[in-house]
């Protein structure tokens, strides 16, 4: 058979087999897929900025600039509730005094295991260190002084000069403002003592809530020990030796690490309790940093904002309340602020208060018209000038003292 004709034969013999073939199906029409029928994990269209669609409490036009500065909105959100039965107890600066007497009016349980004894009045008790705070320790201005607190009270630590004298009369160095007048001697000094940290080692147990007042960066310690005072040595009682007592400016780091192990601490004996954190707003009297008081304020209130912020976000047990941002931040133009520039007016704690208490649904009691203060003795240390009686409305803090080594 010719090449030509072998060619053709197998030519149609592969059609053949080719025809055989079963057909193939049609294809199908491609069928739209609704977004019920989508996966699960099927990526959502990306925003052409991260920002877009954020609520406008993240903007500062909308969350700042366009609301008033008395009543800000969305600027605080509870990160747990706070009840009429939880045990509240409060520590810390001067403005943590204002937080425990509005609390206690709207009628929420705020632990005191020193009330003032019976026979004196509201006045005498504010004076002598009663009812302003869950137990008798007056201002805790730094975080390491509550650490160093708590460790006394469980008998883990001894503080160094735990008596100071003035004339012939005795403080408690750790409280010095609570005995206006001193004690008889020093050993009763140290009864005294003994007795509050049994009522301090009841209160951390006791607590279901710990409300705590950052205030300073500032303090003053023994060298030798580390010890810490509220006060300088000199100022209330005590004498100042340079050789035995140093200024200390602690760092965040060093804060952040104080209350770390404060919290550690307390809830090795009390497992359930929670933080509720604040900074205080009233800027420093005094520095013996060497700065200006102006940055060695902005410093101070930096470091523990810095700190109550990394304490927020690390731990669902801690909260941020934003009383310092409300009152120090330049929207609110200084309204909240007595003429001094430094003590918060009525009017500022009431904004504050009224923000904390709308987000945790509290009905505020209606505060007491303030007895008149008179003029440059805002928030004193003690009875007033000329020997009139404090208001119930002051705060009692000690630092105001260092005003009178003002030059």
Partial sequence: MGGGKRRRKLNAERSGRIAALPSAAPAEEPQAVTVADAAPDAPKPVPRSPYEGLPARAFWRSGVTEQ?????????RKKFALSP????ATAGSCFAQHIARRLKGAGYSIVDREPAPLGFDAADAQLYGYGLYSARYGNIYTARQLLQLAREAFREFEPAVPVWRKGERFFDALRPSVEPEGLASAEEVTAH???????VRGMLKQADVIIFTFGLTETWEHRASGTVYPTAPGTIAGRYDPAVFAFRNLTHSEVLADFLAFRKRVREVNPTVKFLLTVSPVPLTATASGEHVLPATIYSKSVLRGVAGELYHRFD??????SYEMVAGHPSRGFFYEPNMRAVANAGVDVVMRAFFEAHGIEAAPRAAAEPRPKGDREGGGRRKGGGKRSKDDVV???MLLEAFAK
């Fill in 68 to 76: 008033h500065p008395l009543r800000v909105a969305d600027l605080y």
């Fill in 85 to 88: 039965s939880h045990q509240i």
């Fill in 193 to 199: 003592r003994a007795a509050h940290l049994k009522h």
């Fill in 317 to 322: 047990d801690v909260d941020y309340f934003p």
């Fill in 397 to 399: 803090c000690e630092e």
